[in-house]
């Protein structure tokens, strides 16, 4: 039976690689309502110096008169503030576009560092095995039974603030899951007959790990990328707004949430709510899309 | 008499995002009791899918459209889906290539040979359950079969998990058994072995058996009717000896010719050209007709009908293959 | 005449070794022992250029390991493969690429991320057997060798079928040039009409480039056909090794007789089945002395103790039973 709807559909998308991806993509509206929602937020952050109203950290423009104005009001000079402005009279709107722009920049970028760490421990651990393969794996098991949040603040306490450290931190605490994922999709496509083929043909280990293996194990570092980096992101908010992550001259969501949190008490909202609801929907939108990869590539629901 | 079997005109589709995939389209052929029947195709054939939809097993997108299996008299196609279950692993029984489908992984054998006899006929004690389990299990030659029982299916080698997967199979004193590659994962010397415990089973027992199988010598040795399917149809059927002798439809004498030891040693093999075509765009006329040495014109056109010849062979084909 | 290929007393375990729990509890005095299988045991062949060998065993037999220790995927544990190339140049591939191997999966022996012309060309190109600029012509030259056109090029293995995929394998292989090609069940996946396009092809292949063949398969219907000599091999150890004649029709090794007597045939028509009995033993704990001796029914107190060794009871025809001694 099985073997049957896959003839079938092998026929049906030998056309296009991309077109296959996207009609199994496409399978779950979510997924693909999350993919719109989180290619605008990718939007905005890219270009948030153009599609912001306002340079909320442009001194000449910021008012410290306008401070704490209400969604929706208007300043003497009729700016519109959509979404209120904070304590310093910046915009809202504009301090959250920048905000998801470095939030998301520092995600993606300690994502991808601890990818390409991890991927290469993990992949030579599994190609070569034996003692090197038990050291590393024994280090990721150690780092895997720490909390990532407490890894995180330990780190920052050694070093100190700033963003260099702050990415050098979560690449600490992710690289592991990685290496994790790597190796475990590697040692299935190492024993393989295609890679067997490739030592008869004496291509030798760099080329074999790096054209013939890797390339087969990135579906599985993609998914977890994915989730990871919704992690990462949150867990970088979780340490600016506890004020151990990003500077103040970098204002991420998490710092914005955390600038807020002073005047919650005083009924001033939106300080704190509306970078709260945008760092939520990013990390949302980002999981549902991590999802449906991780669905799209498990071979177990592969209808 | 009766067959025990009596599948006419079957016709089971998948309805798939790229079209109608006819896998089964026009399947007739019977079982009579004690008799062991060869289904015989390559991969797609559509073999499997007809002993799926006798068994009622055929999952969406797929759907029997069209065709009776008539078991016993009884059109399982108009039964509700309860009663097909009923009807599974008592009357008509499964085995398949892969003994893990039927064996549950975590379960001693013992619990569930008992549990196998006891669903279908609960006024069975469980002692009385244990011994016809414990004989089962001696039937298909399984030694020391008391110590056995109490083992878990993975502390048994390939040849004994199907030799297992039978004596459940067998527990319920099957009218039909549907036997789908049943030995293909074997090695030579353990496929001899079950092929001997399931040709001496169906001899004790009368139990019709239909042996699907891509293997051509095997059901030659065993069976007293072949089929050969070849894209959703059945296009040559008849009695062993008359269908390996003599075949008639250029496949099956296609199929036979290409078979190594049938051919002088260093010798090219014949072969068949070309590749089985894909189900979803079947041409109009005969689906062999792209790969065939004898096609005609009319053979583009519209597909052979069934006929039934003189020596109990049913054909489909405009330009049979005649033996010298 | 040299052989082509020499195998001395090659033997190849897998050693399961005991983790740091296991070792822990062996000091407070358990008996935990490390896992050895011997998957290859001892066996020692020739094959000569223009031969084609086949090796038959059932699962277990150790056939696969022997043929990737010969193709240079696995190190042997014990003992020496050696190839001398019949035709040595300077500015010709390497030995080590002569031996090439054709595998059982057409599904996983082509990398999936590959184009075809990639999969054919890769290997040449990294040794500088042919330059980046001439890729394409090569692989059409290849392509055309096993029937293919170059219409394949740029096309991934998925969009082929498991025949042509097996084509593409072998083109592979192909393309360095190589003068033993050890096939490791390489049309047991295929189906049945499309085997004998694949095993016509091996034929061809031989009579054009001068190949020699290592044929391993379970199929001794496929081996009969093929072959020139034949090896049948049972639990890691050569039984008996034969001329084709002699195999199919004076075959000496109780073994041989049980396997050749259970093979399906098309000439035999209806039969009733009269299987050797038992299980394949484990090769985790392999029967002592003659490995058969529980399933034999001419085995003596003999088989149970001493291995019997591999003698010459006829002019190249081998066996190991001790049904073969004089006294």
Redesign the interface.
């Given at each position: 039976?099985a073997?049957?709807?896959a003839?079938?559909?092998?026929?049906?998308y030998?056309s296009s690689?991309w077109r296959k991806f996207w009609?199994d993509y496409s399978e779950s509206p979510l997924a693909v309502v999350a993919l719109l929602i989180f290619g605008s937020i990718l939007f905005i952050a890219i270009f948030a110096p153009f599609v912001s109203p306002t340079n909320p950290y442009d001194l000449t423009t910021v008012d410290i008169m306008n401070s704490r104005l209400p969604p929706g009001s208007e300043d003497f000079a009729g700016n519109i503030y959509l979404l209120g402005t904070d304590g310093a009279g910046r915009d809202m709107l504009s301090s959250i576009f920048f905000g998801l722009r470095v939030s998301l920049g520092v995600g993606a970028l300690s994502g991808l560092i601890a990818l390409i760490v991890g991927a290469i421990l993990g992949l030579s651990a599994a190609y070569y095995g034996g003692r090197y393969e038990t050291f590393v794996m024994r280090i990721v098991d150690i780092q895997l039974s720490f909390p990532s949040i407490l890894m995180a603040l330990v780190i920052l306490a050694i070093f100190g603030k700033g963003v260099e450290k702050t990415i050098i931190a979560l690449i600490l605490v992710q690289w592991a899951y990685y290496a994790r994922a790597a190796r475990a999709s590697a040692l299935v496509e190492k024993n393989?007959?295609?890679v067997?083929?490739?030592?008869?043909?004496?291509?030798?280990d760099r080329?074999i790990i790096l054209?013939?293996i890797t390339?087969?194990c990135m579906a599985p570092l993609i998914v977890v990328g994915t989730l990871q980096t919704a992690h990462a992101i949150s867990l970088e908010a979780t340490l600016s707004f506890l004020g151990l992550g990003l500077p103040v001259t970098e204002p991420s969501l998490g710092l914005l949430i955390g600038n807020g949190f002073e005047f919650m008490y005083s009924g001033d909202y939106w300080i704190s709510i509306f970078p709260g609801i945008a760092l939520l929907i990013t990390i949302v939108s980002i999981n549902l899309v991590g999802d449906q990869l991780r669905d799209m590539f498990n071979p177990r629901l592969q209808r | 008499m009766a067959p025990i079997l009596d599948v006419r005109n079957l016709q089971t589709h998948f309805f798939t995002k790229s079209g109608v995939l006819k896998a089964v389209d026009g399947v007739s052929f019977q079982i009579g009791a004690g008799e062991i029947v060869g289904l015989v195709g390559e991969s797609g054939s559509g073999k499997s899918i007809t002993g799926f939809s006798i068994l009622g097993l055929v999952d969406a997108p797929g759907r029997i459209v069209g065709g009776e299996i008539l078991f016993k008299g009884n059109d399982l196609t108009k039964l509700p889906a309860t009663d097909i279950q009923k009807m599974r692993g008592s009357r008509i029984a499964m085995i398949f290539q892969d003994p893990m489908m039927t064996l549950n992984p975590v379960l001693r054998i013992e619990t569930q040979m008992t549990e196998a006899i006891q669903t279908h006929d609960s006024s069975v004690s469980k002692d009385e359950a244990r011994r016809r389990s414990r004989d089962a299990l001696g039937m298909v030659g399984i030694s020391s079969p008391d110590e056995r029982m109490r083992a878990y299916p993975h502390q048994f080698s390939g040849g004994m998990r199907q030799r297992v997967s039978i004596a459940i199979a067998m527990l319920n004193r099957p009218d039909l058994i549907i036997a789908d590659e049943p030995t293909t994962a074997l090695d030579v010397t353990i496929q001899g072995q079950v092929i001997h415990e399931m040709q001496q089973l169906c001899r004790k027992t009368k139990t019709a058996l239909l042996w699907i199988t891509h293997d051509l010598a095997v059901v030659a040795g065993i069976s007293s009717r072949i089929c050969v399917m070849y894209a959703g149809r059945i296009v040559e059927q008849g009695p062993n000896d008359v269908l390996i002798g003599s075949p008639m439809h250029p496949y099956t004498n296609g199929l036979l010719r290409s078979v190594p030891s049938q051919n002088l040693r260093g010798q090219p093999l014949q072969q068949i050209e070309g590749i089985v075509p894909s189900l979803l765009n079947l041409p109009p006329g005969c689906a062999f007709e792209n790969r065939c040495g004898r096609a005609l014109a009319q053979c583009k056109q519209s597909a052979p009908e069934e006929t039934v010849m003189d020596d109990q062979r049913i054909l489909r084909c405009f330009n049979k293959v005649e033996q010298s | 005449m040299t052989p082509l290929l020499t195998v001395s007393n090659v033997s190849r375990d897998f050693i399961k070794s005991l983790d740091l729990v296991a070792k822990f509890l062996n000091r407070l005095g358990q008996d935990h022992r490390e896992e050895i299988v011997h998957a290859v045991d001892d066996v020692s062949l020739e094959v000569f250029k223009g031969e084609v060998v086949g090796i038959v065993g059932e699962s277990g037999c150790g056939k696969s390991t022997l043929g990737k220790m010969v193709a240079g995927i696995l190190t042997p544990s014990e003992g020496q493969v050696r190839f001398e190339s019949a035709n040595k140049s300077d500015d010709g591939p390497p030995d080590d690429l002569k031996t090439q191997m054709i595998f059982q999966d057409p599904f996983s022996s082509l990398n999936p991320r590959k184009k075809v012309i990639d999969i054919v060309t890769e290997a040449p190109i990294h040794h500088g057997l042919i330059k980046a600029s001439e890729k394409r012509e090569f692989a059409i030259e290849m392509l055309n060798r096993v029937g293919l056109d170059a219409e394949a090029l740029g096309r991934y293995p998925h969009q082929f079928s498991g025949g042509q995929r097996q084509r593409i394998g072998i083109a592979r292989a192909l393309a360095v040039s190589p003068e033993l090609l050890v096939c490791d069940e390489s049309i047991a996946a295929l189906d049945v009409s499309i085997q004998a396009q694949v095993l016509n092809l091996f034929a061809k292949l031989k009579q054009d480039y001068d190949l020699t063949y290592l044929f391993i398969s379970h199929d001794i219907g496929v081996i009969e056909h093929i072959s020139d000599r034949v090896i049948v091999m049972y639990l890691g150890r050569i039984v008996e090794t034969a001329p084709i004649e002699a195999f199919v029709e004076q075959p000496n090794h109780p073994y041989t007789k049980a396997l050749l007597e259970g093979v399906p045939r098309l000439e035999i028509g209806q039969r009733d089945y009269e299987p050797v009995s038992g299980e394949i033993p484990s090769p985790l704990d392999p029967p002592s002395g003659c490995h058969f001796h529980p399933r034999c029914k001419h085995s003596t107190e003999r088989c149970k103790t001493v291995r019997p060794a591999l003698i010459e009871i006829a002019p190249d025809h081998f066996s190991a039973c001790h049904l073969n001694d004089s006294d």
């Open positions: 039976m073997e049957v709807t003839n079938a559909q092998s026929q049906a030998s690689g009609a393989k007959e295609y067997e083929a490739a030592k008869c043909l004496a291509l030798g080329r054209n013939h390339p087969n | - | -």
